[in-house]
């Protein structure tokens, strides 16, 4: 009886692994197919252009505040008490505003670049899925993330996919 669940163990093992076929793996540069994409060059640049003119309105702003405190603190001894008060109250209230605005516009810039990256990612990854199918990749891993590679790259498969 113990010879016979040895032997049972011994085939299910030939099974198990007999029935184990070997899985394909390539590696692909992720970041440099996503930075070759056109489509990723027009939205760096879009997002740069929003974030100068946003940061040209806050270099504006931030200016006419630093006139303001640099008037305030020229003429700040001329005045009375409660316009001191007054004054700083308001320079105060100004600054929060900056800040506020500075605030919103790293918001904006985020929401715009969250907005504008998905349907690059959606792209890439929807070439990345068809190469793997077409050529029988069971997995295609980040190169970036190899300490060692041997097998093939689908980077350029990728590449020819999308296009570039």
Known sequence: MKKLSVLFAAVMMFVTVGTVSAQKVASMDYEAVL?????????????????????????????AFQKEVQQYQAEGAKLTEAQRTAKEGELQKKQQNLQQLQQTAQKDLAEKRDAAVKPIIEKLNNA?????????????????????????????????????
């Open 35 to 63: 930075s070759a994409m056109p489509e990723t060059k027009k939205m760096t640049t879009d997002l740069d252009t929003f974030s100068k003119t946003k940061g040209d309105e806050l270099n504006k702003q931030a200016e």
């Open 128 to 164: 990345v899925n068809k190469v793997a199918k077409a050529n029988g990749f069971d997995f295609i891993i980040d190169s970036t993330a190899l300490i060692y590679k041997a097998g093939p790259d689908a980077t350029p498969l990728v590449k020819k996919e999308l296009g570039l």
